[in-house]
């Protein structure tokens, strides 16, 4: 009903759609209708379309909901617990001893609603998620709002919530079956990383993604350490082996890879494979540096990823944005690599590429969910805005970030979250913080 009033016409001082790629609209207005972007015109024009309701947003920015490729959310209640060591330290001793002890239902609804809350705050409207009880977040995800892809946990040793890689797979069939009441969902499969999952394991992940039509999300060359021991154990670099075993592609998504050769690079390419970049949690547990510049230049999709609050210790993809724009200079040893502009499209439309979700989301197009941030501009720390977009990437923090839409609904209205009570979710995360280090203490 293209007639009908627009739910909402929304008058900000600046427009970025990102695609097309490199524009800044000034003066424009975005109208919504039915959660999806039904307008976006020349203010005066815009202004004469009939609207339900209208916003003047002066000296905001507004852009597409950003997309965090890669988490585990539950972990943010990990925040802080074990720092400072290298990833197969802090994995073995310290990581993968507190998950066998602590996590539940309750851990990861929990944990969930914590960093689902952090995100909308800093203005993600999709994010990734893999860890335990899939099933727990996902509901979460549908409670407050936001989109998610929610990837079925597949190891090789017994975890929380499944003891065998049957029970994984049994409880992804389950979380399947109840996609129709969870709109904004969609399923992945996790498989951990190479050194976790086996041949037989990954054989199977891969045969029932295809059957089920979803995508694999991995750890995928995160250290240098992984590629070695994976060389010498079978002669082969990881990426190649999966290259081997059929299980690249366009559905697959490789998290991190910090060490790539000219071999691994023109595998990536050649078999459409997205590359989830994590410049912090790299950064912190000294993995590596991943080489964006080149990647983006051969034709490989980048999208960014904060990885979970337990190795960054934030959900803030706008400043993983920012340090990803900055590594990326440094890495390629060019200034030029990976300006504002394309940073602010991997952290939005390259992320939902790799997720599957760019028909739906990841730039401001009529007919595209009305999945929208607005930032203000306005502050000391902004002025003077010659260019909202390197003000954004460069000089601005999530906490300018006022209002988040997600299908048009507002989740973050004026700075104020509306689908959670803030205060009793601080206290409940607390209460577990203090039961945690009760435990650590008496153990
Ligand atoms: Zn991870």
Same mark, same amino acid.
């Not at 459409?272 to 547990?285: D, I, R």
């Given at each position: 009903?293209?007639?009908?009033?627009?739910?909402?016409?929304?008058?900000?001082?600046?427009?970025?759609?990102?695609?097309?790629?490199?524009?800044?609209?000034?003066?424009? =207005?975005?109208?919504?209708? /039915?959660?999806?972007? *039904?307008?976006? #015109?020349? @203010? %005066? $024009?815009?202004?004469?379309? !009939?609207?339900?309701?209208?916003?003047?947003?002066?000296?905001?920015?507004?852009?597409?909901?950003?997309?965090?490729?890669?988490?585990?959310?539950?972990?943010?209640?990990?925040?802080?617990?074990?720092?400072?060591?290298?990833?197969?330290?802090?994995?073995?001793?310290?990581?993968?001893?507190?998950?066998?002890?602590?996590?539940?239902?309750?851990?990861?609804?929990?944990?969930?609603?914590?960093?689902?809350?952090?995100?909308?705050?800093?203005?993600?409207?999709?994010?990734?998620?893999?860890?335990?009880?899939?099933?727990?977040?996902?509901?979460?995800?549908?409670?407050?709002?936001?989109?998610?892809?929610?990837?079925?946990?597949?190891?090789?040793?017994?975890?929380?919530? =499944?003891?065998?890689?049957? /029970?994984?797979?049994? *409880?992804?069939? #389950?979380? @399947? %079956? $109840?996609?129709?009441?969870? !709109?904004?969902?969609?399923?992945?499969?996790?498989?951990?990383?190479?050194?976790?999952?086996?041949?037989?394991?990954?054989?199977?992940?891969?045969?029932?993604?295809?059957?089920?039509?979803?995508?694999?999300?991995?750890?995928?060359?995160?250290?240098?350490?992984?590629?070695?021991?994976?060389?010498?154990?079978?002669?082969?670099?990881?990426?190649?082996?999966?290259?081997?075993?059929?299980?690249?592609?366009?559905?697959?998504?490789?998290?991190?890879?910090?060490?790539?050769?000219?071999?691994?690079?023109?595998?990536?390419?050649?078999?459409?494979?997205?590359?989830?970049?994590?410049?912090?949690?790299?950064?912190?547990?000294?993995?590596?540096?991943?080489?964006?510049?080149?990647?983006?230049?051969?034709?490989?999709?980048?999208?960014?990823?904060?990885?979970?609050?337990?190795?960054?210790?934030?959900?803030?993809?706008?400043?993983?944005?920012?340090?990803?724009?900055?590594?990326?200079?440094?890495?390629?040893?060019?200034?030029?690599?990976?300006?504002?502009?394309?940073?602010?499209?991997?952290?939005?439309?390259?992320?939902?590429?790799?997720?599957?979700?760019?028909?739906?989301?990841?730039?401001?197009?009529?007919?595209?969910?009305?999945?929208?941030?607005?930032?203000?501009?306005?502050?000391?720390?902004?002025?003077?805005?010659?260019?909202?977009?390197?003000?954004?990437?460069?000089?601005?923090?999530?906490?300018?970030?006022?209002?988040?839409?997600?299908?048009?609904?507002?989740?973050?209205?004026?700075?104020?979250?509306?689908?959670?009570?803030?205060?009793?979710?601080?206290?409940?995360?607390?209460?577990?913080?203090?039961?945690?280090?009760?435990?650590?203490?008496?153990?």
């Amino acid at each position: 009903m293209s007639d009908a009033p627009l739910d909402l016409l929304l008058l900000p001082r600046w427009i970025v759609p990102v695609e097309p790629a490199g524009v800044v609209l000034e003066h424009h =207005a975005l109208g919504i209708r /039915d959660g999806r972007i *039904a307008l976006i #015109a020349p @203010r %005066e $024009a815009a202004l004469r379309e !009939p609207a339900r309701q209208t916003r003047e947003l002066p000296d905001t920015v507004l852009i597409p909901g950003l997309v965090n490729a890669h988490g585990h959310a539950a972990m943010s209640l990990f925040r802080g617990f074990a720092d400072d060591l290298p990833l197969m330290t802090w994995l073995q001793q310290h990581i993968w001893p507190l998950e066998a002890r602590w996590v539940s239902e309750a851990f990861v609804r929990d944990g969930t609603a914590l960093a689902a809350a952090e995100q909308v705050r800093g203005g993600v409207t999709s994010f990734s998620d893999m860890y335990f009880f899939p099933e727990v977040a996902a509901q979460v995800a549908h409670e407050q709002g936001v989109r998610a892809q929610v990837c079925i946990p597949i190891i090789d040793f017994p975890v929380p919530g =499944a003891k065998t890689r049957a /029970d994984a797979i049994a *409880a992804g069939r #389950a979380l @399947r %079956e $109840a996609l129709p009441g969870l !709109p904004r969902v969609r399923l992945a499969f996790g498989p951990h990383a190479p050194y976790t999952v086996g041949a037989d394991s990954l054989q199977e992940t891969m045969a029932l993604a295809r059957e089920w039509d979803i995508r694999i999300q991995m750890h995928v060359h995160e250290t240098a350490h992984e590629v070695e021991e994976a060389v010498s154990l079978h002669g082969e670099r990881p990426l190649a082996r999966l290259a081997r075993a059929g299980a690249l592609g366009p559905h697959f998504q490789a998290v991190h890879v910090t060490q790539v050769n000219d071999e691994d690079m023109a595998t990536l390419a050649a078999t459409g494979t997205h590359v989830l970049h994590c410049p912090e949690s790299n950064l912190k547990l000294a993995s590596g540096f991943c080489p964006v510049e080149r990647l983006w230049q051969a034709g490989v999709n980048v999208a960014v990823g904060t990885d979970g609050a337990a190795s960054n210790n934030d959900l803030d993809l706008l400043g993983e944005t920012r340090t990803a724009a900055l590594l990326a200079k440094a890495v390629a040893g060019s200034a030029t690599a990976l300006d504002a502009h394309r940073a602010l499209r991997m952290a939005t439309l390259n992320g939902a590429r790799a997720l599957g979700l760019d028909a739906l989301t990841g730039s401001l197009e009529v007919g595209k969910a009305a999945d929208l941030v607005g930032v203000d501009l306005s502050g000391l720390a902004q002025q003077p805005v010659y260019d909202p977009v390197s003000q954004l990437i460069y000089a601005t923090g999530r906490e300018c970030i006022r209002h988040v839409w997600v299908d048009g609904r507002a989740l973050l209205a004026d700075g104020e979250l509306t689908q959670v009570d803030e205060a009793a979710l601080i206290a409940t995360v607390r209460d577990w913080g203090m039961r945690m280090r009760l435990g650590a203490s008496g153990a």
